[in-house]
């Protein structure tokens, strides 16, 4: 793994959970990669999280729980050591098939410098989540890191149950993983208003919810109630769509330069690693 940034913990920690408040919500545009979380940084971000789906593609896997561990913990590390802010790294379901194994991911994450873990139940009972979740806050209480724990609830992203009866189910869910150690409730799938403002006003804990296309302004999104907004894989899969623009450019009548024309500085980009001079 690379070496962590020592600036990451524990004194970020304590930013990283202050930043999660409706008056001004955090707002993470997910990284996958150094150059990305340089970029990201450089831009005024206050933390960087990273998203498991870009992670997993750029190492040329699949998204879901698809990605070799020692792999995704090695691209998470490269990304805290990159950056002076704090960093939050997407688990996915924690990158094992037990409880314990899920707490040595989160042991190794702590190591690399990372003050913040999101981890998602899937199709998974409610149980099995709740499980982790007890598994990643003894494995941070043994560390003696004060990591915020961020678990997703994939009732509406995937679907899940009865739509008659989704909201409750999914506070059900989202109360129990309170109830076992997460700081924080994700719920992406959500953009109407009036079922933010439900999900935001239920909760006792910071709701984060994903942004993109059709949904609301971060500050709009604030006024309903949410601490906490992500891009997911928004971002990586817009520099893909960037790739795909220019190579059939290039492949097509063999121009290049509209596809480029957006292309960041090559002395911009290089500085963000140069530090020679």
Known sequence: MAEPMTSNAPHGSALFRSLHTSARPLALANAWDAAGARIVEAAGAPAIATTSAGVAWSLGAPDGDR????????????IAAAVTVPVSADIEGGHGRSPEEV??????????GVVGVNIEDGTRPPGALAARLEAVRAAADRAGADVFVNARVDTYLLGLGDPATRLRDTLA??????DAGADGVFVPGVTDPDLIRSLADALTVP?????????LSVPELGAL????????SGLAQSAYAAVRQA??????????????????DYTEVNGLFDTSG
């Open 173 to 178: 869910r989202a109360r129990a993983y309170v």
């Open 67 to 78: 990605v070799p561990r020692d792999l995704a913990l090695d691209a998470i590390a490269r």
């Open 207 to 215: 709701l984060n919810v994903l942004a993109g296309p059709g949904a």
């Open 225 to 232: 109630g949410v601490a906490r907004v992500s891009l997911g």
């Open 247 to 264: 190579a059939r450019e290039l492949y097509g009548d063999g121009g290049y330069a509209a596809s480029l024309r957006q292309a960041l």
């Open 103 to 112: 707490a040595d991911t989160v042991t190794r994450v702590l190591e690399a």
